[in-house]
């Protein structure tokens, strides 16, 4: 028996190590049976079930392992984490501060207190846990990172520029090249701070390759290219000066003396702001999400992800992009129509909803009945390629 746990102990930990958490369950839980009450291994099993997306049975094996041992902080740290992913960040505060108050000069436990107080907009507390755990580890990197994103949030001449911030993240890389986290927080500082969405998506492509299953990196690569579709960029104009006169009124804000001319032009602004956010809304947004609908099978092909399109709309996806193009051009000349006739005439209401409803199901109705036609065209076209391939095969 005590070689078989040998055995398994290691497997575990080589497990551990390279984060197989399906394998780690599978040994885990082999180990269990043999001795149910330790509870190092309920911890090592619930970590396990957290990381997996099992909160369920991460907190099962957490309560176990503080029921086994009271004097044991790393479940109330798996606690910790597992009440964050449950968006109950006050429970995660009170398992956090026990697990603290049982070992204070663990230096991972002193990281979760400032992800936890990033979390809630506590930027100065934030950066105290980080430097805490620096100064237990000096060589934490998720530390280095975790002081950066506070810092990033700081008031005043304490807050790190964008530049300055990227210059960190790239110090932590310097000692771990393959970092995937701090490679997507390069990218989004390029998204969101340098507007370099070409940046961004080179990024978000880097950490993808050393983490292919993440989603949020997925989800951030998505956007990045979404950023950097021309039409997109074209029907998002109108919001533009929104973001400008927004951009104004913060930095107004912060800066306090221009208050003092703001005070004449408030009403000017705001009216302006009103205006392009009702332009944007009504004519370019859902038209947008339109083609965003449409063209998302693209987006998913130059985020080199595979998606298997089912279900009654699948064709819609399937179909060549000139046909969705298409079809998306009828849309939107309908949809603006539509919108200027019934504010130019106001009694036409009625009427000009029946006439979008009729001209978006022809629409839908042709979209089909071509679709189907390209696809037996395309079949056509390979049994006519096979009889000529197999009557040149005879000759």
């Not at 997306?53 to 479940?75: F, I, Q, V, W």
């Not at 449950?86 to 429970?91: E, P, Q, T, V």
């Amino acid at each position: 028996m005590s070689q078989s746990w040998s055995q398994l102990f290691n497997q575990l930990q080589a497990f551990l190590s390279s984060s197989q958490w399906e394998r780690v369950l599978e040994v885990g839980g082999r180990m269990l049976t043999i001795d149910p009450d330790q509870a190092w291994l309920h911890v090592v099993m619930g970590d396990a079930h957290r990381n997996a997306g099992s909160l369920a049975d991460a907190e099962k094996h957490y309560r176990r392992a503080m029921a086994l041992d009271p004097d044991d902080a790393d479940p109330h740290a798996g606690m910790s984490q597992v009440e964050l992913k449950r968006n109950r960040a006050g429970l995660a505060d009170d398992h956090i501060h026990r697990a603290l108050k049982i070992d204070p000069d663990n230096d991972f436990h002193w990281i979760i207190k400032a992800i936890l107080a990033i979390h809630h907009g506590h930027h100065q507390e934030a950066e105290s846990a980080a430097l805490k755990a620096l100064e237990i580890n000096p060589d934490n990197l998720h530390a280095k990172r975790f002081l950066i994103d506070a810092r990033a949030e700081l008031p005043g001449s304490d807050k790190l520029s964008p530049q300055q911030q990227l210059d960190a993240y790239e110090d932590i890389l310097a000692e771990d090249p393959e970092n995937d986290s701090v490679i997507s927080d390069i990218g989004v500082i390029y998204f969101n701070e340098f507007k370099d969405y070409q940046k961004a998506e080179e990024k978000f492509r880097q950490a993808l390759r050393i983490d292919p299953s993440d989603k949020s990196y997925q989800k951030l690569l998505v956007q990045s290219l979404r950023k950097r579709d021309p039409v997109l960029r074209l029907l998002w104009i109108p919001f533009k000066p929104v973001e400008w006169m927004s951009s104004v009124l913060d930095w107004t804000w912060k800066k306090k003396w221009p208050l003092i001319f703001m005070i004449f032009l408030f009403k000017y602004v705001v009216i302006s702001l009103v205006l392009s956010a009702l332009i944007f809304f009504i004519l370019c947004w859902p038209v947008s999400k339109v083609y965003e609908y449409l063209t998302i099978a693209d987006i998913h092909r130059k985020a080199g992800q595979l998606r298997i399109y089912s279900g009654p709309m699948a064709r819609i996806h399937k179909s060549p992009f000139a046909l969705r193009f298409g079809a998306f051009l009828v849309v939107v000349t309908s949809f603006w129509t539509a919108v200027v006739l019934a504010l130019r005439h106001e009694e036409l209401g009625p009427v000009i909803g029946k006439y979008f409803a009729i001209v978006l199901g022809v629409c839908v109705v042709l979209f089909y009945i071509l679709s189907w036609a390209l696809t037996a065209r395309d079949a056509y076209r390979k049994r006519a390629h096979a009889r000529r391939s197999k009557r040149l095969k005879s000759s």
